[in-house]
């Protein structure tokens, strides 16, 4: 694997194996997928159904389940959220001591139910599913070389390869077949493979994505997770994150951790902390409640406002702003509402009604920023565009100033290790300046966090602070790949430019 800490530009397209798509309608990036496995209880698919419903902020698209008896694997997934795939009958279905889930929002390979994981596959290794949350840099290349050797995938998902590359590796013990490999895959996971006599939990060496292992407290059963949240539901208590690098075994004869790779530099997503995990969550051995907070203390640090109050773009900001009233002695008010029951799925039909996608899914309240100067905080903007609607919305309901400042660096490259920023198009920072932006926005004033002040945030005292990846900020991704297998992108970005920005 080969790693790289200087700076290295992006492609300026980000097509993957069967395409990236556009953001979602609300500008917003998305993680790839949540993961729950469980070992140990006669209850393990009720647990993992729990586990997957409190990681459904981490994929809605499609939800599955795989579980164990010790002699054979049963499988359900269907296509949308958690509640909506599994009914009861379906969980009575899914037998055994053992299980893995997954909640899956595509990076790579299209939104087909054939794609819904875990995938599950008998090989002359037995039967075994795999849940993947990350996306693999060098899977297109893998995929054509083993299509070249006469390898029939059945899924357009990435992490397909690693089910071809153990049958082939020649290895007739499973895990050795497993760390094979994994010595060829480049990139970000944490994946969770269940055989019918043995739960693997291993995290890629720089640690990208999370995972955290737990025990339940009446069972014992030994539990993975992507997040602690999902912990909570289930009656789990944690003990540890999974180590970058790390493959843990759990069978009937306990627990065993293996580190079969040399030392590598931690490359700890930095967005994981700043918008996509829960904030009831710890992740990387932090509390992301704190880390927030940490967020918006800087924030208003390095960018001071007279102002009258603070407002939040809900859900996910809302603790950065808490950070940033405290800091900055200013209350903190709720001048936006949020509905829940706006899903993913929704589309504008037509560009004449385009603006009712923010007021379908937020509406200000008039009493609480009439006649205010307000600093308006969110944690992103990727495109721009549900801001600009976000802020006329507040204009129009009598706000006499909008100082938006955002919780995190101006987000100016796509990234390839699991989340869903597609192309620098898409992005705004990407080709205007924040004067630039804040014009567009119509905003009085504009402030982005400094990577500085970023990393500050997120430090442990006594740990290293460079052990985040950035990328997505900074351009500087820590493993190199080659930027030919990204096809030309759509300039998405053509509406907002053809506008005159006033």
């Given at each position: 694997?080969?790693?790289?800490t200087s700076?290295r530009?992006?492609?300026?397209?980000?097509k993957?194996?069967?395409?990236r798509?556009?953001?979602?309608e609300?500008?917003?990036p998305?993680?790839?997928?949540g993961?729950y496995?469980?070992?140990?209880?006669e209850?393990?698919?009720?647990?993992?159904?729990?586990?997957?419903y409190?990681l459904q902020?981490?994929g809605?698209?499609?939800?599955?389940?795989?579980?164990s008896?010790?002699?054979r694997?049963y499988?359900?997934?269907?296509?949308?959220?958690?509640?909506h795939?599994?009914?009861?009958?379906k969980l009575d279905?899914l037998?055994?001591?053992?299980?893995?889930?997954?909640?899956?929002?595509s990076?790579?390979g299209?939104?087909?139910l054939?794609?819904a994981?875990p995938?599950?596959?008998?090989?002359n290794?037995g039967s075994?599913?795999?849940?993947h949350n990350?996306?693999?840099?060098n899977?297109?290349?893998?995929?054509?070389?083993?299509e070249?050797?006469?390898?029939i995938?059945?899924?357009?998902v990435?992490?397909?390869?690693?089910?071809?590359?153990?049958a082939?590796?020649?290895l007739?013990?499973?895990?050795?077949a497993?760390i094979?490999?994994l010595?060829?895959?480049?990139?970000a996971?944490?994946?969770?493979?269940?055989t019918?006599?043995?739960?693997?939990?291993?995290?890629?060496?720089?640690?990208f994505r999370?995972l955290?292992?737990g025990?339940?407290?009446?069972?014992?059963?030994?539990?993975?997770?992507?997040?602690?949240?999902?912990f909570d539901i289930?009656?789990?208590?944690?003990?540890r994150d999974?180590?970058?690098g790390?493959?843990?075994?759990?069978?009937?004869?306990?627990?065993?951790?293996f580190?079969?790779?040399?030392?590598?530099?931690?490359?700890?997503c930095?967005?994981?902390?700043i918008?996509f995990s829960?904030?009831?969550?710890?992740?990387?051995?932090r509390s992301?409640?704190e880390?927030?907070?940490?967020l918006?203390?800087e924030l208003?640090?390095?960018?001071?406002v007279?102002?009258?109050c603070v407002?939040?773009?809900?859900?996910?900001?809302?603790?950065?702003?808490?950070?940033y009233?405290e800091?900055?002695g200013l209350p903190y008010?709720?001048?936006?509402?949020r509905?829940?029951?706006i899903?993913?799925?929704?589309i504008e039909p037509e560009?004449k009604?385009r603006?009712?996608g923010?007021r379908?899914?937020?509406n200000?309240v008039?009493?609480a920023i009439e006649?205010?100067r307000?600093?308006?905080?969110?944690d992103?903007?990727m495109?721009?565009?549900?801001?600009?609607?976000?802020?006329?919305?507040?204009?129009n309901a009598?706000?006499?100033?909008i100082?938006?400042?955002?919780?995190?660096?101006p987000?100016?490259f796509?990234c390839?290790?699991?989340?869903?920023i597609?192309?620098?198009?898409?992005?705004?920072a990407s080709?205007h300046?924040?004067?630039?932006?804040?014009k567009?926005?119509?905003?009085d004033s504009l402030g982005?966090?400094?990577v500085?002040?970023?990393?500050?945030?997120?430090e442990?005292?006594?740990v290293?602070?460079n052990?985040?990846?950035?990328a997505?900020f900074t351009g500087?991704?820590p493993?190199l790949?080659?930027?030919?297998?990204?096809?030309?992108?759509?300039?998405?970005?053509?509406?907002?430019m053809i506008?005159?920005?006033?």
């Open positions: 694997m080969k790693h790289s700076h530009n992006c492609p300026s397209s980000g993957t194996l069967c395409g798509r556009r953001l979602p609300d500008g917003k998305k993680d790839e997928c993961v496995g469980i070992f140990g209880s209850e393990a698919s009720n647990y993992t159904y729990l586990g997957l409190a902020h981490r809605q698209e499609s939800a599955g389940i795989v579980s008896d010790g002699e694997l499988r359900y997934a269907g296509m949308g959220q958690v509640a795939v599994f009914e009861k009958e279905q037998y055994g001591h053992a299980a893995i889930g997954h909640n899956r929002y990076t790579t299209a939104s087909f054939r794609n994981q995938i599950r596959v008998d090989s290794l075994f599913a795999l849940a990350g996306n693999l840099v899977g297109w290349d893998v995929r054509k070389e083993l070249r050797n006469g390898s995938f059945q899924t357009t990435d992490s397909e390869v690693i089910f071809h590359l153990m082939r590796s020649g007739t013990d499973f895990l050795d497993f094979a490999a010595r060829r895959i480049e990139g996971y944490s994946l969770l493979v269940l019918s006599t043995a739960l693997y939990a291993a995290r890629d060496p720089m640690g999370p955290v292992m025990r339940h407290k009446k069972s014992g059963a030994v539990v993975f997770a992507s997040e602690t949240c999902a289930t009656d789990v208590e944690y003990e999974i180590e970058p790390e493959i843990v075994r759990v069978t009937d004869q306990g627990v065993e951790s580190h079969p790779f040399g030392e590598t530099p931690e490359s700890l930095i967005f994981e902390n918008y829960r904030p009831d969550s710890y992740i990387f051995n992301v409640y880390v927030r907070k940490n918006g203390r208003a640090l390095e960018h001071p007279d102002a009258d407002v939040a773009v809900p859900d996910s900001s809302v603790v950065a702003a808490l950070g009233a800091q900055s008010v709720t001048g936006l509402i509905s829940h029951y899903g993913r799925t929704f560009q009604i603006d009712f923010a379908i899914k937020y200000v008039r009493s006649g205010k307000i600093v308006l905080v969110d992103s903007i495109r721009g565009t549900t801001s600009r609607k976000l802020i006329k919305m507040m204009k009598g706000a006499k100033e100082h938006m400042r955002i919780s995190a660096p987000t100016r796509p390839f290790y699991g989340i869903d597609p192309t620098r198009n898409e992005l705004i080709s300046t924040p004067e630039e932006i804040q567009y926005l119509r905003v982005y966090m400094s500085e002040s970023a990393l500050r945030a997120m442990i005292p006594g290293a602070s052990r985040w990846c950035d997505c500087r991704y493993i790949f080659d930027s030919s297998e990204y096809g030309n992108q759509k300039d998405l970005f053509t509406e907002f506008e005159e920005v006033r």
